[in-house]
C-alpha cells in the first residue's frame, strides 16, 4: 500500500489516488453515491471501490445490471433530486449506450429547465489502450463528447491531479465526464498532499517549461512527451510540455501564452486524429495566433482505423512511442 | 558584402534541383531581381532572380549537376544595398530612350523590372513585378516570420536562414533585427508617383505616402493637443532603488507564471506603490473642473483609484484602466493589469476597459528610455512613468558603494490642481513606498 513521504503527502499510483478521493467524498458527504457494474460487491475491476459497499452500505454503494444507459439514467435522476451520484462506466468502451443519457439529458438539464435544475454528476471511466486490450478495452472517447455545451471533461495524468480534479468534478455543479486512463493506473505514482483540495477545471498545467516547440497532451501519452522532451533536452533541444488536464473547458490562455513564446505547437494524444482533440487546438491557434506560428501546426494523434488491434505488432501500430515524440519534436525544432 | 545564393525550393514537394545553365558568367555584374541562373526541377523551369545587386564571383555548382534546395550554388559580391531602390526608379524613365543601363544581358532586361518597361510610365509594371517577385521570394516564409520581417523591416531574402533547407526562421529574423540587417528596398513605384497621391497605414508607412487617420488615431491627436493647451504641465522625476523589489519579482516570477499565466513584471508592484502614495497624497488623484456657465472652477478630488496603463500598439495606443486599484493585492494588479495588456495587444478591450480612469501609469522604459516627459491624460492630475531600470554604482550613506538597481520616475502634473510642493511629496511617497518591497513578502 501507500508509502508515507512525508507528513503532508503521500506516495500513490493514479488507482490509490481515485479510491481515496472517493472514499473522502463517501465519508465526507452523505449524499454522495457510487453506481455502476461491479462497483458494489466486486469492488470494482480495479479494486477501486473495494470494502466500501461494507463501509457504507447498498444503499450509496449500487451494483448495477449490465445497463450503461439505465446507469446514466438512473444517476441523472439522483443528481437533479439533491444527491451527489459517481456513475462508472466500467470500460469506455462501453459508454455507448448511455450516450442520449449524457449528451441527451444530462448535458441540458440545466438549459432544459431554464436553470431550475442542476446535474451535478461525475461520470468515472476508464479509457485507453497500451494493455492489449483490443477492440472493447482501448478507445478514447473524449472527442466524441467534446462537442457538447454543458458538459466538462477531465483527463488527469499525474496522481495529485487525479484527486484535484476529482474532487472538483464532484463539487461542479454540473455534468462532468472523468476519464481515467488504464494504462496509467499503476504505472504512474506521485506525491498526492493530503487533505480536501481542489484543482480548477478548465486550467492546463505546464509541466515542463522550454522555450523552441510547445507541446499539448494528456493522458498516458503525455508521460511520454515528457520523456521525449527530457531526451531532447539532452540533445539541448528546448521543448514545452503542456499537461491539458481539463479537455473541455479548455485552457486557451495557457496554450496561446506558450504558442506566443516558442511559436510552434505539436499537439499528441491517443484518440484518432481526425476530429480530435487536436483539430479543435489548431482551429484555436490558427484563429488567435497565426501571426505567432513559425512552423505548421503538427499532430501526432492515433491513426483513423476502428480500433486497436490485440495482436502486440498491431496495438504497436497505433500507438505513438516515446521514440516517435522525440522525432516529431526535433522535427518541428530544427524545421 | 558577399553573398551566398542558395538553391531555391521551387515547389512545395521538391526537395532538389539541377543548374540548367548559368545566364551569367563568373565577373559579370547582376542587378536585383535579375535572372542569373536557369534552374529546372522535374515540375518546372524557371529563370532564378538574384537577391542582390553586385558581380558574380564564383559559381559553386556546375551545370547539369543536381543538389539538393538549400545548397550554396553561387556567391556574389554585393553593391551597397541601401543605394539599390532609387538608381531603380531614376533611371527607368531615360531607359525608355537611352540605352539600357551597362551590364544587363538581353534576356536579364526581360525580367528587370526598370528596364523592361516599353513606353516610358514604368511604375505600375515595375510595382507589379517587384510585388510578384517578392511574394515568391516570401513563399515558404512562416506567418510568423511575415509578421516580424514587416515590423522589424526586414529584407528577408537577405538573411542566411537557419532552418531545414535554409528556411529563414523567426529567431532568424529577430536577430537580423538586432544586427542591422537591410530594410526591404521601397518598391520603385513609390518614387515614381507624385507625393501625396498615394496613401499607406500606420503600422507600415512607405515614405512619400499620405497616412490617412484612423478613427483612433484623430481622438489621440485632439486629446494630446487639448491636454496640452488646457492643462499647464509641469514635470519632476525621482530615481528608485528597485533593487529589492526586483529581486522579490524574480523570487515569485516563475511560480506566479506558471500560476496564473500571465507575466510577472515590476509593473504589478509600481502600480501598488503609487496607489498607497495616491491615498496619502489625494489631490494627486483630482482633476481640474472649469468653471461652467455662471459657476466657479474647482477641483474634484475622486475616491475612486482606477488606474490607467498606457501601452503603445504599431498602430495606436490605448489605456485601459484597473478599476478600484486601491482594492487589489500586488497579485491582483498582475493578474488584472496581464489581462488588459494581453487584450489591448488582441485589440479586443472594450469601453468599459478605457473608462473611468483616475491617473495613468507609463512603463516607458521597456525599450530602455531614461527619462521622458509623458502628457497627462485629460481629465487626470498626473502621470507618472517607469523609466528602464539600470544597475548603477551608488554611494551609500555610510560612503561605501554598492551596485544598485536604479529606475527613474518621471511625474507631469497639471499645474492647476497641484504645485511642486504636493507632487515632490507624492513622488517622495512613491520612491520610499517602492523601496520597501521586497526582497520578500506575499504578492
Redesign the interface.
Known amino acids: 500500500m501507500a508509502v508515507v513521504s512525508s507528513t503532508n503527502s503521500t506516495v500513490m499510483n493514479n488507482v490509490e489516488a481515485v479510491r481515496a478521493t472517493l472514499y473522502e467524498a463517501m465519508k465526507n458527504d452523505e449524499r454522495t453515491v457510487i453506481l455502476g457494474e461491479d462497483v458494489g460487491a466486486r469492488g470494482n475491476v480495479f479494486l477501486i471501490t473495494k470494502d466500501f459497499i461494507g463501509e457504507f452500505g447498498e444503499r450509496r454503494v449500487i451494483d448495477t445490471p449490465i445497463a450503461e444507459a439505465s446507469i446514466v439514467g438512473i444517476a441523472v435522476g439522483m443528481a437533479m433530486e439533491g444527491l451527489r451520484p459517481i456513475a462508472e462506466i466500467q470500460f469506455a468502451d462501453f459508454i455507448y449506450p448511455s450516450f442520449n443519457q449524457i449528451v441527451g439529458e444530462a448535458a441540458k438539464i440545466r438549459y432544459r429547465s431554464n436553470g431550475e435544475y442542476t446535474c451535478p454528476l461525475v461520470i468515472r471511466t476508464p479509457y485507453g489502450g497500451g494493455v492489449r486490450g483490443a477492440l472493447s478495452h482501448s478507445v478514447s472517447i473524449e472527442a466524441l463528447f467534446y462537442h457538447v455545451p454543458g458538459l466538462k471533461i477531465v483527463a488527469p495524468s499525474f496522481p495529485d491531479d487525479v484527486k484535484g480534479l476529482l474532487n472538483a468534478a464532484i463539487d461542479d455543479p454540473d455534468p462532468v465526464l472523468f476519464l481515467e486512463h488504464k494504462k496509467t493506473y499503476r504505472l504512474i505514482k506521485g506525491e498526492v498532499p493530503r487533505g480536501h483540495y481542489t484543482i480548477p477545471l478548465g486550467k492546463a498545467?505546464?509541466r515542463k517549461a522550454g522555450t523552441q516547440l510547445t507541446v499539448v497532451s494528456y493522458g498516458l501519452y503525455l508521460h511520454w512527451a515528457l520523456e521525449a522532451a527530457e531526451r531532447l533536452a539532452e540533445e539541448g533541444l528546448s521543448v514545452e510540455v503542456i499537461d491539458l488536464r481539463s479537455i473541455r473547458p479548455m485552457?486557451k490562455?495557457?496554450i496561446l501564452?506558450s504558442v506566443e513564446k516558442t511559436?510552434k505547437l505539436l499537439i499528441i494524444h491517443e484518440d484518432n486524429k481526425f476530429g480530435g482533440i487536436g483539430a479543435e487546438i489548431s482551429a484555436m491557434v490558427a484563429e488567435?495566433a497565426?501571426?505567432?506560428?513559425?512552423?505548421p501546426i503538427r499532430r501526432l494523434c492515433g491513426p483513423d482505423v476502428p480500433s486497436m488491434g490485440y495482436a502486440m505488432p498491431l496495438e504497436e501500430e497505433f500507438m505513438s512511442s516515446p521514440a516517435e515524440m522525440a522525432d516529431a519534436m526535433r522535427a518541428m525544432v530544427?524545421? | 558584402m558577399a553573398t551566398t545564393i542558395t538553391m531555391p525550393q521551387l515547389g512545395e514537394t521538391v526537395t532538389e534541383g539541377t543548374v540548367a545553365q548559368w545566364l551569367k558568367s563568373v565577373g559579370d555584374s547582376v542587378d536585383k531581381y535579375e535572372d542569373f541562373v536557369e534552374v529546372s526541377t522535374d515540375k518546372v523551369n524557371a529563370g532564378v532572380p538574384s537577391p542582390v545587386t553586385g558581380t558574380i564571383r564564383e559559381f559553386l555548382v556546375k551545370e547539369g549537376e543536381t543538389v539538393a534546395t538549400g545548397t550554396p550554388i553561387a556567391v556574389i559580391d554585393e553593391v551597397g544595398a541601401a543605394t539599390l531602390a532609387a538608381p531603380a526608379a531614376s533611371t527607368a524613365p531615360a531607359a525608355a530612350t537611352a540605352a539600357a543601363p551597362a551590364g544587363p544581358a538581353p534576356q536579364a532586361a526581360q525580367s528587370s523590372p526598370a528596364a523592361s518597361s516599353p513606353n516610358g510610365s514604368p511604375a505600375p509594371a515595375a510595382a507589379a513585378v517587384s510585388e510578384l517577385e517578392l511574394e515568391g521570394a516570401l513563399r515558404g516564409a512562416?506567418?510568423?516570420?511575415?509578421?516580424l520581417a514587416r515590423e522589424h523591416r526586414i529584407d528577408i531574402r537577405a538573411i542566411k536562414g537557419s532552418?531545414?533547407n535554409g528556411?529563414v526562421?523567426?529567431d532568424d529574423v529577430l536577430a537580423a533585427a538586432r544586427t542591422g540587417a537591410p530594410a526591404p528596398a521601397t518598391p520603385a513605384a513609390a518614387a515614381a508617383i507624385p507625393p501625396g497621391t498615394r496613401t499607406s497605414t500606420y503600422a507600415q508607412p512607405i515614405p512619400g505616402t499620405t497616412v490617412p487617420l484612423v478613427q483612433a488615431r484623430k481622438i489621440i491627436a485632439e486629446r494630446m493637443v487639448e491636454s496640452k493647451h488646457t492643462a499647464p504641465h509641469a514635470w519632476s522625476m525621482v530615481q528608485i532603488d528597485v533593487t529589492n523589489v526586483w529581486k522579490w519579482r524574480a523570487r515569485e516570477k516563475e511560480r506566479f507564471e506558471?500560476e496564473t499565466?500571465f507575466k510577472l513584471t515590476l509593473l504589478p508592484f509600481f502600480i501598488r506603490a503609487v496607489v498607497e502614495s495616491l491615498a496619502a497624497f489625494p489631490l494627486m488623484n483630482a482633476r481640474f473642473v472649469p468653471a461652467s456657465a455662471g459657476g466657479q472652477p474647482s477641483i474634484y478630488v475622486s475616491d475612486e483609484v482606477n488606474i490607467g496603463i498606457a501601452i503603445g500598439l504599431p498602430a495606436n495606443l490605448v489605456v485601459p484602466v484597473v478599476r478600484g486599484a486601491d482594492k487589489l493585492s500586488i497579485k491582483g494588479l498582475a493578474i488584472k493589469g496581464g489581462d488588459l495588456i494581453d487584450k489591448a495587444r488582441?485589440n479586443k478591450l472594450g469601453v468599459d476597459d478605457l473608462a473611468g480612469g483616475t491617473f495613468t501609469v507609463n512603463n516607458n522604459g521597456a525599450n530602455g528610455s531614461w527619462a521622458s516627459a509623458p502628457i497627462i491624460n485629460g481629465g487626470q492630475a498626473g502621470i507618472v512613468t517607469m523609466e528602464t531600470v539600470v544597475k548603477t554604482v551608488v554611494v551609500r550613506d555610510d560612503d561605501s558603494l554598492a551596485i544598485r538597481s536604479i529606475m527613474n520616475c518621471c511625474l507631469s502634473l497639471d499645474h492647476r490642481v497641484v504645485d511642486g510642493y504636493v507632487a515632490s511629496g507624492f513622488l517622495a511617497e512613491l520612491k520610499r513606498r517602492l523601496e520597501a518591497m521586497g526582497p520578500q513578502g506575499d504578492l
Request: charged share 35%.
Open positions: 498545467n505546464v485552457d490562455t495557457a501564452n511559436r488567435e497565426l501571426f505567432s506560428l513559425d512552423s530544427k524545421f | 512562416s506567418p510568423a516570420v511575415r509578421r532552418g531545414s528556411r526562421t523567426a506558471r499565466g488582441k
